[in-house]
């Protein structure tokens, strides 16, 4: 077994509503940067022990499925490194 | 006579459970209020998912609760036939938990919103909507930050063309427009079914809206369901 970080991130899909990011956007525009467009990105770190990266991600992947996204809303993907 | 008890599950941070057992009672409907962790007593012939704001809305509203032990008993007894609503967070973990399709996600106004709206009854041969007519207008009150109905334009598609949708968001005359879409629901729909009509949510407040005394009595229609 070895020692692996799963980096999940998890965003709106294309096209689907970010009020947040666009309430952020206007807060950095009204701070004086310039910007065309802001997304919003939530990213989870996972440790956990598999045999190799395969099953790492193959775990991480079933992770982001079942809880970690919303897949009506969301995609994801997933990064897997040695630790 | 059959005792008929109507359980209101309980989760830590729900906060319209005892609204919706008071509503219940008022039309005799006997209803407890179910500590989650408890599971569904035997004999439940309806299940109500009441508002709040479960597990502190971690992740997404209604992500947590949709995944805990009491919402598969809440899957298995509807599978079977047992009326399941869920109001405001039950909608969203109704959603999370795939009992009804689509999501509830961030307002359009990023903000959260209590007042009182309109809703246009788009299908009124169901358990939750056969109190009224179709195209009746009824008023009920919001209270969320995350109820802007998302789903994907096919399965829309799907819910219109199986008569899904119980309720959109419309103006006091019935018109459904963008203006009186309070949180930018797509097609501003309110409520669906299912994949079976006795299973519904909904993110307006039927339970604050059936007491004659408090915010009016047009949502007693939609807990008629379980009498």
Not at chain 2, 13 to 36: F, K, M, P, T
Not at chain 2, 157 to 181: K, P, S
Request: aromatic residues 6%.
């Amino acid at each position: 077994m070895t020692a692996y970080t799963a980096t999940v991130t998890v965003r709106l899909k294309r096209g689907v509503l970010d009020p947040e990011a666009e309430t952020t956007q206007q807060a950095l525009e009204r701070l004086g940067f310039d910007l065309e467009d802001l997304r919003s990105a939530d990213r989870f770190e996972v440790d956990l022990e598999a045999d190799d990266a395969a099953a790492a991600e193959d775990r991480a992947t079933e992770m982001a499925e079942r809880l970690l996204a919303n897949p009506t809303i969301h995609d994801y993907d997933v990064e897997v490194a040695e630790a | 006579m059959v005792a008929v008890t109507v359980a209101v599950v309980r989760f830590g941070g729900s906060n319209c459970d005892r609204d919706a057992r008071r509503a219940l009672g008022h039309l005799g409907v006997d209803a407890e209020i179910v500590w989650h962790e408890d599971g569904l007593p035997a004999d439940t012939t309806g299940v109500v998912v009441p508002g709040g704001f479960s597990y502190g809305d971690y992740l997404r509203a209604g992500a947590m609760a949709a995944r805990s032990p009491v919402m598969a008993e809440v899957r298995a007894v509807a599978a079977d036939g047992t009326p399941v609503l869920g109001v405001c967070n039950g909608a969203q973990i109704g959603c999370e938990s795939g009992l009804t399709p689509g999501a509830f996600t961030t307002n359009r106004s990023a903000r959260f919103q209590c007042e009182h709206v309109h809703l246009r009854v788009e299908n009124a041969d169901t358990p939750w909507t056969a109190a009224y007519d179709e195209g009746e207008v009824i008023e009920l009150p919001i209270a969320h930050g995350e109820g802007r109905f998302e789903v994907a334009d096919d399965r829309l598609e799907e819910l219109r063309a199986d008569d899904r949708v119980l309720f959109r968001y419309c103006d006091a005359d019935g018109a459904v427009t963008d203006a009186a879409n309070p949180n930018g629901s797509t097609d501003n729909v309110a409520g669906v079914l299912g994949d079976r009509d006795h299973v519904a949510v909904l993110m307006p407040h039927p339970e604050r809206a059936s007491l004659p005394d408090v915010g009016g009595t047009d949502g007693q229609g939609v807990l008629r369901a379980f009498e």
